[in-house]
């Protein structure tokens, strides 16, 4: 596709409930980052993708939340006995190499927004 | 791991004026200095990026300084509009620097 695209835009679970957030990235993008953002703030980085490898997954917050990417190419954050503090824009982003610090821009999905109740 | 620190974290201007924004790093390793600007409810998007091998980067309105000895790049626009009116990122380092960036108000 034309640019990362993320699906659901908007997402709303009640307390407990389990959630799955899709990313597409852009074709041939090696790279994928997910990045939660609170209101007001900046993103902050979850977790990365190299292929289907996961090299750092540091950023996440609890055991509950898992991301997976098994062909290398669309990844699914899930995040499991959601909680309200879990409230936050998603946001995923692809990059061209397979090297984080290889001087490569990355590019945003438009983010999903979760709201849990 | 990285530490940053962006400055100022609000910035209010009249339109015309002109706008900088510093971003500080700690990693000396860092070789590559990308802007991304976010407009409210939307994506960040890189508005302009550096190397490590170049002191300056010049796109319009719009330029990144970079001083590696010092560790900071900044950010400066030029005849600012209304439409650059957004949250400013510095982001030498994937996993670390995104903070909470600086909001850039043009007063028209």
């Known amino acids: 596709g034309a640019g990362v695209s993320q699906s659901p835009r908007y997402k709303v679970a009640k307390r407990g409930q389990d959630v799955a957030l899709r990313c597409d990235p852009i074709?041939?993008?090696?790279?994928l980052f997910w990045y939660q953002q609170a209101l007001g703030q900046g993103p902050e980085f979850l977790t990365y993708f190299q292929n289907e490898a996961q090299l750092d997954k540091s950023g996440l917050p609890s055991d509950r939340f898992f991301a997976e990417r098994p062909e290398g190419s669309v990844s699914t954050l899930k995040i499991q006995r959601t909680q309200q503090e879990d409230s936050a824009v998603y946001l995923c982003?692809?990059?061209?190499?397979?090297?984080?610090?290889?001087?490569?821009?990355?590019?945003f999905g438009d983010g999903t927004r979760l709201s849990i109740l | 791991g990285e530490n940053v620190e962006q400055h100022p974290s609000t910035l209010s201007v009249q339109e015309g004026d002109s706008a900088v924004i510093k971003c500080t790093y700690s990693?000396?390793?860092?070789?590559?200095f990308p802007w991304y600007k976010q407009e409210l409810g939307k994506r960040p998007q890189l508005i302009i990026d550096?190397?490590?091998?170049?002191g300056e980067k010049k796109d319009q309105r719009i330029a990144v300084t970079l001083n590696k000895t010092a560790k900071h790049f900044s950010l400066h626009i030029t005849e600012t509009q209304p439409e650059d009116s957004a949250v400013y990122f510095c982001a030498p380092d994937y996993k670390l620097s995104f903070g909470a960036g600086t909001t850039v108000t043009v007063r028209a």
């Open positions: 074709s041939g993008h090696v790279s």
């Open positions: 550096i190397r490590s091998n170049v």
């Open positions: 990693d000396s390793a860092s070789n590559y």
């Open positions: 982003a692809s990059s061209r190499t397979p090297d984080p610090y290889s001087n490569q821009p990355q590019h």
